[in-house]
């Protein structure tokens, strides 16, 4: 049914969002042209020197950066790879609990790390692995020795990853819940009258009932390469683990608003901008061809 | 363990299901799992009601030790504490009412087909651009810095105040809602408005419920606007300084450092500090919790 002389309310109930996203996040895609000068904050984009790709030459030829594209790719490849094994395993635990209070609780307490900020997270884990932390009383009441996660370059990105891994698989769970309600239960019952057992129900019924949502949650994935977990390593990072923990964004805030070197952060910036926006449309591109996913 | 075990049973009895040992030993994995995301919560909340030669001792794990009030009554002689308090307070107030008016219309206008709406597609592909792409930290920060908003409550309101996911997610959700409804409404004369208001928002309630909890969690967790757009301490949210004071002392840029530094943290104020910052969130948690896991499915799964 068609009514006439609306579409002016629904112009209007868009009107003030569109601004604010024009102003705030369209406009500022433009000031990316800031990678291709000499950017200096007195003189402004206009009376700036232009010196062409001499930001992404030089950013390439830096030791750092190459480091801070490594790392970036490394940890949030690990994050990935975890955060698909652990919830769907998680999953598939809870799926075989048969008494429904006992896993409505279990589900509400591994949610809610989800909802705890990384500020207030890493103060409680900087404290937690700290040399006097609950983690190191433990560690040397075995071993009698004392670690230092979080100025140690070999175990950060394992703290890095373990403990995204330990804020999200509940709710990274959700959607693999949701998948596994979907599947048919005359599939168990027909299993069960032909004698299989756990895990082969697991391994012939419900993997394959949750495979199209796995492979979904992979592709979309890809989009998310660039993006290892700008909070987390901000509050937990320090001068020590700059090697093994920098990420590009990390970085960008460094060189850009504390060093002012406005030109070379926004090329890097620009750079993973670019990257990130290719993987995306890829990743939904491969989404929709395999998964018939589209956002809207 | 035991509580599972008598649970279980119980439910045993009942149900006339049968446990064997495979059943225990994932319930023990399980609930090993849930006090492992409940430590570190209890630890600092323990941590906070100790004494501080208990904490420095390294001694407290999930229960104080010589239960004490002294770091909360520590935390009523700074005044920056509660001011950042009631700056995220108001942060939260402003945003989340702005994230939600902003949320409802578009989504509401952007669920209508192409055939009633043809605009909408436009639209659409102008929203999605903005989600996968945005300017980058230092061009946003000079948009904010020219449109005057550094060091006012705005600065962290307006930038955010379209939150896209949070309109798909609806818009998925209207969408999905009974097309008879509209044109029973049509019929009888109502407006796109009064359908909003009347029809869609009561309809919509769980997936509305979990939208604003996503935008206030998004609002009360956020520290690094509160970080670059604040200059001066008495602006800055709450996660900002938390960050500042408890994560990284060493790198306070603000003009009042020496003032700040006086109050000098020990391990059970800085505890105590954290605690009070979490607390909002585990109390609204429990409320909207139930709503949450529906919305998400509803929203985001189409078929």
């Known amino acids: 049914m068609q009514y006439k002389g609306v579409t002016i309310h629904y112009h209007l109930m868009l009107l003030p969002g569109m601004i604010i996203l024009f102003i705030y996040n369209l ?42 594209f490594f ?79 979080l100025a ?41 009258i032909d004698g299989a057992s756990r895990l082969r129900k697991i391994w012939h019924i419900t993997l394959p009932g949750i495979a199209p949502t796995i492979v979904l949650l992979s592709t979309l994935s890809i989009g998310q390469i ?6 987390q390593i901000f509050n937990l990072y320090n001068p020590l683990v700059y090697e093994s923990g920098d990420i590009i964004d990390t970085y960008v805030y460094r060189t850009g608003l504390i060093n002012a070197q406005f030109g070379l952060a926004t090329a890097v910036g620009m750079m993973k901008a670019v990257i990130g926006f290719v993987l995306i449309i890829l990743s939904y591109r491969l989404a929709y061809r395999y998964a018939n996913y589209r956002i809207f | 363990m035991d509580l599972v075990g008598k649970k279980a ?71 920056y504490f509660f001011n950042s308090f009631f700056v995220s307070v108001k942060r939260v107030l402003l945003g989340g009412i702005v994230n939600f008016v902003l949320t409802v219309m578009m989504a509401f206008a952007l669920s ?26 230092i061009p946003t920060y000079m948009v904010v810095q020219s449109t005057g908003l550094i060091d006012t409550l705005w600065a962290l309101v307006l930038p955010t105040a379209v939150p896209i996911f949070n309109v798909i997610i609806l818009m998925n959700f209207f969408r999905g809602l009974p097309r008879a409804l509209k044109d029973a409404a049509i019929v009888d004369g109502s407006g796109p408005w009064r359908m909003l208001i009347q029809i869609y928002i009561p309809l919509a309630l769980p997936a509305i419920a979990t939208v604003t909890l996503f935008s206030i969690v998004m ?53 105590a500090k954290i605690v009070v910052t979490m607390l909002p969130i585990l109390v609204i948690y429990p409320f909207l919790q139930k709503y949450f896991v529906k919305g998400i499915t509803l929203g985001s799964v189409k078929e």
């Open chain 1, 27 to 68: 406009l500022p895609i433009s000031g990316n042209i800031m990678a291709f000068q000499d950017y200096i904050p007195a003189k402004g984009i206009s009376g700036s020197e232009w010196i062409g790709f001499e930001n992404f030459t030089y950013m390439f030829e830096l030791e750092s950066s190459r480091r801070v």
């Open chain 1, 71 to 149: 790392n970036t790719i490394f940890i949030a490849s690990m994050k990935i790879i975890m955060n698909i094994i652990v919830p769907v395993t998680f999953a598939l635990l809870l799926n075989e609990v048969i008494f429904m209070k006992i896993k409505r609780s279990i589900q509400t307490i591994v949610y809610l790390p989800h909802f705890l900020s990384w500020v207030v997270l890493a103060g409680v884990l900087i404290d937690m692995l700290s040399g006097n932390g609950l983690i190191n009383k433990v560690i040397s009441f075995f071993t009698g020795e004392t670690m230092f996660f």
């Open chain 1, 152 to 192: 140690s370059n070999t175990w950060f990105p394992v703290v890095i990853v373990l403990s995204d891994v330990w804020k999200e698989f509940g709710f990274n769970a959700i959607i693999i819940l949701a998948a596994l309600t979907a599947i048919n239960p005359a599939l168990y019952e027909a299993a069960d």
């Open chain 1, 226 to 231: 660039l993006n290892a977990g700008f909070d």
């Open chain 2, 9 to 79: 049973s119980i439910s045993m009895n009942v149900k006339g299901k049968k446990l064997n040992i495979t059943d225990m030993i994932i319930l023990t994995i399980l609930l090993v799992i849930s006090i492992l995301c409940l430590l570190p919560v209890i630890h600092i909340f323990a941590l906070s009601f100790s004494s501080s030669s208990a904490a420095s001792a390294g001694i407290v794990t999930v229960f104080p030790i010589d239960f004490t009030f002294a770091p909360y009554t520590q935390i009523i002689d700074d005044p």
């Open chain 2, 112 to 137: 209508n087909e192409k055939s009633e709406f043809r605009s909408r597609n436009l639209y659409m592909w102008i929203i999605v651009f903005a989600f996968m792409f945005n300017g980058g930290l």
């Open chain 2, 219 to 271: 609002h009360w967790n956020s520290f690094f606007d509160g970080l670059i757009y604040m200059n001066k301490t008495e602006n800055m949210p709450l996660q900002t300084y938390i960050q500042q004071l408890v994560i990284r002392p060493d790198e306070i840029t603000s003009a009042n450092k020496d003032e700040i530094m006086q109050k000098a943290s020990s391990r059970t104020f800085n505890a």
